[in-house]
């Protein structure tokens, strides 16, 4: 008999771990790590800051040292994987090789989502997702050119920071009516607003593209209003949508993303799926979610890999998420969806630190902590093991 | 060659290469640690990289900084030399050092 072998498709956080944790339950047999980058596996969220600015090398991002594959025998394969054969068990990969498995793991991520106005296609329109976007713009992001970001969600306002720093004029434009609408209450839209601004980049709600305008390289953006912005160059932010072919295509059950249950496994069984690419019921927010996070893959990518090994793990991390601006740092505790209240702690007006708690039914659901670390963790341990932060007395304490 | 030991809650021993200029969370997700999680990659975001550093190597590797104070203080597996060892820089001439995982990582 030979040995087994598991295969992970995608190799980025969810797939780093993956394998990690695969050793770490006891799998003995092979393991292929498929990815279709050829750099090793790097950490993504420094893309839109550090590695924007130049300030780190693709190599201080390694999620893992060469040495870790070597030693945790885990073999990389730079390839790109056609379709999934599941009655062989077998990949077939771009190359029309074929690859058997024993035991499967889908980490196919995501990718931006594409901006529909004519023009998009000009040189000088980029999307921030891989390093070798980051490089393209890099080229692009020299000092006094004009940098246009096309949405406010945090990979946008990241990357403002990111350039605003470096000496570029940047302009934000968000077609809602104020920045991170879809995340985050008014009072905490309106800090980032008043942030980004005193730093000096020209931020625009209400703002849709209607055209971006060259010869064959970008000169300026046209918004629906009919204003124009003048742009050397473009990022496109408008959000991600998860990269599912392959799962859909071999006939998985895909509901915005791949669906997996509490034990990471997709309508097969014997496929398990982590990260960007999955969507989940979680039971404490009562509905059906895509989680855009690296806690998240790397919590999905623990329990795959268990239950690959016939372990009984379940996801149950809170939610959590970061964000890193100019001085600032973001950290988020819970999922704010469905919040009925907000109780705010400090002044978002004035200082640049603050926590705002949401609230459901008068229970806490989650936080925005900005340079708040303390108040980060107390929510984080607050909404895990049910310690109790005393919102009644919060609340008359910032009522005075 | 340098080594430090990672001791989990239940007293497992994992070994791992001291390598100069390296944090000491990433010698330890270099070599599949169980129990050290870091989740953010190195930032002092989340604070899942918590050690408790040996009292007797303390001095040597260093007390917490403020922003990693602001972290740990709400963690009720804290010690006085509690670390997040992503901020730990670690040093060949570290050889023996000790460090002792929580139980859980928060």
Request: hydrophobic share 40%; charged share 25%.
């Given at each position: 008999?030979?040995?087994?072998?598991?295969?992970?498709?995608?190799?980025?956080?969810?797939?780093?771990?993956?394998?990690?944790?695969?050793?770490?339950?006891?799998?003995?047999?092979?393991?292929?790590?498929?990815?279709?980058?050829?750099?090793?596996?790097?950490?993504?969220?420094?893309?839109?800051?550090?590695?924007?600015?130049?300030?780190?090398?693709?190599?201080?991002?390694?999620?893992?040292?060469?040495?870790?594959?070597?030693?945790?025998?885990?073999?990389?394969?730079?390839?790109?994987?056609?379709?999934?054969?599941?009655?062989?068990?077998?990949?077939?990969?771009?190359?029309?090789?074929?690859?058997?498995?024993?035991?499967?793991?889908?980490?196919?991520?995501?990718?931006?989502?594409?901006?529909?106005?004519?023009?998009?296609?000009?040189?000088?329109?980029?999307?921030?997702?891989?390093?070798?976007?980051?490089?393209?713009?890099?080229?692009?992001?020299?000092?006094?050119?004009?940098?246009?970001?096309?949405?406010?969600?945090?990979?946008?306002?990241?990357?403002?920071?990111?350039?605003?720093?470096?000496?570029?004029?940047?302009?934000?434009?968000?077609?809602?009516?104020?920045?991170?609408?879809?995340?985050?209450?008014?009072?905490?839209?309106?800090?980032?607003?008043?942030?980004?601004?005193?730093?000096?980049?020209?931020?625009?709600?209400?703002?849709?593209?209607?055209?971006?305008?060259?010869?064959?390289?970008?000169?300026?953006?046209?918004?629906?209003?009919?204003?124009?912005?003048?742009?050397?160059?473009?990022?496109?932010?408008?959000?991600?949508?998860?990269?599912?072919?392959?799962?859909?295509?071999?006939?998985?059950?895909?509901?915005?993303?791949?669906?997996?249950?509490?034990?990471?496994?997709?309508?097969?069984?014997?496929?398990?799926?982590?990260?960007?690419?999955?969507?989940?019921?979680?039971?404490?927010?009562?509905?059906?979610?895509?989680?855009?996070?690296?806690?998240?893959?790397?919590?999905?990518?623990?329990?795959?890999?268990?239950?690959?090994?016939?372990?009984?793990?379940?996801?149950?991390?809170?939610?959590w998420f970061w964000?890193?601006?100019?001085?600032?740092?973001l950290q988020i505790a819970?999922?704010?969806?469905?919040?009925?209240?907000?109780?705010?702690?400090?002044?978002?007006?004035?200082?640049?630190?603050?926590?705002?708690?949401?609230?459901?039914?008068?229970?806490?659901?989650a936080a925005d902590?900005?340079?708040?670390?303390?108040?980060?963790?107390?929510?984080?341990?607050?909404?895990?093991?049910?310690?109790?932060?005393?919102?009644?007395?919060?609340?008359?304490?910032?009522?005075? | 060659?340098?080594?430090?030991?990672?001791?989990?809650?239940?007293?497992?021993?994992?070994?791992?290469?001291?390598?100069?200029?390296?944090?000491?969370?990433?010698?330890?997700?270099?070599?599949?640690?169980?129990?050290?999680?870091?989740?953010?990659?190195?930032?002092?975001?989340?604070?899942?990289?918590?050690?408790?550093?040996?009292?007797?190597?303390?001095?040597?590797?260093?007390?917490?900084?403020?922003?990693?104070?602001?972290?740990?203080?709400?963690?009720?597996?804290?010690?006085?030399?509690?670390?997040?060892?992503?901020?730990?820089?670690?040093?060949?001439?570290?050889?023996?050092?000790?460090?002792?995982?929580?139980?859980?990582?928060?």
């Open positions: 008999m030979s040995t087994e072998r598991a295969v992970v498709v995608g190799a980025s956080h969810a797939g780093v771990q993956l394998v990690t944790s695969l050793r770490q339950e006891g799998w003995s047999g092979d393991i292929v790590l498929v990815g279709d980058e050829s750099a090793l596996p790097y950490q993504r969220p420094p893309l839109s800051k550090g590695y924007l600015a130049g300030k780190c090398s693709l190599k201080e991002l390694a999620i893992r040292s060469e040495d870790f594959y070597v030693k945790q025998d885990v073999e990389p394969l730079t390839a790109s994987v056609q379709s999934i054969d599941r009655s062989a068990g077998e990949l077939v990969l771009g190359t029309g090789d074929r690859l058997s498995y024993d035991a499967l793991a889908l980490c196919t991520g995501a990718h931006p989502r594409r901006l529909r106005a004519e023009g998009a296609d000009l040189d000088g329109v980029h999307y921030l997702r891989r390093s070798s976007d980051v490089e393209r713009i890099r080229e692009d992001a020299i000092p006094g050119r004009n940098a246009v970001i096309v949405g406010g969600g945090y990979i946008g306002l990241e990357t403002a920071a990111s350039l605003r720093s470096s000496g570029l004029h940047v302009t934000v434009l968000e077609a809602a009516d104020r920045v991170l609408e879809r995340v985050t209450a008014p009072e905490v839209s309106a800090f980032f607003t008043r942030i980004h601004q005193e730093e000096g980049v020209d931020v625009r709600t209400d703002a849709s593209v209607e055209a971006l305008v060259g010869d064959t390289r970008l000169r300026e953006v046209v918004l629906a209003s009919g204003e124009s912005v003048r742009a050397d160059f473009v990022i496109v932010g408008i959000g991600i949508e998860p990269t599912t072919e392959l799962a859909e295509a071999a006939g998985l059950v895909v509901d915005d993303g791949i669906l997996i249950d509490a034990h990471a496994r997709t309508s097969d069984p014997d496929i398990v799926a982590a990260g960007d690419c999955t969507s989940q019921d979680i039971p404490r927010y009562g509905r059906r979610i895509r989680l855009e996070s690296v806690p998240s893959a790397v919590e999905q990518a623990k329990v795959a890999a268990a239950t690959i090994c016939g372990k009984d793990k379940e996801l149950a991390a809170l939610p964000s890193d601006q100019y001085d600032l740092k819970g999922l704010n969806t469905g919040y009925d209240d907000i109780v705010v702690s400090g002044d978002p007006t004035r200082d640049r630190h603050f926590t705002c708690y949401y609230l459901r039914k008068g229970e806490p659901i902590c900005v340079n708040r670390p303390r108040d980060f963790m107390a929510t984080k341990r607050m909404l895990t093991q049910g310690t109790a932060i005393d919102m009644a007395a919060l609340k008359a304490e910032v009522a005075v | 060659m340098a080594v430090v030991t990672f001791m989990s809650h239940d007293g497992e021993q994992h070994e791992a290469p001291l390598e100069e200029g390296s944090s000491l969370m990433q010698v330890a997700t270099n070599n599949a640690i169980p129990g050290i999680d870091a989740d953010c990659g190195g930032e002092a975001a989340c604070g899942t990289c918590h050690v408790i550093v040996d009292p007797a190597w303390a001095d040597k590797v260093g007390r917490s900084g403020p922003e990693e104070e602001e972290m740990l203080s709400m963690n009720p597996e804290r010690q006085p030399t509690s670390r997040l060892s992503c901020q730990v820089k670690v040093c060949e001439s570290w050889d023996g050092l000790t460090v002792q995982l929580p139980e859980f990582q928060m």
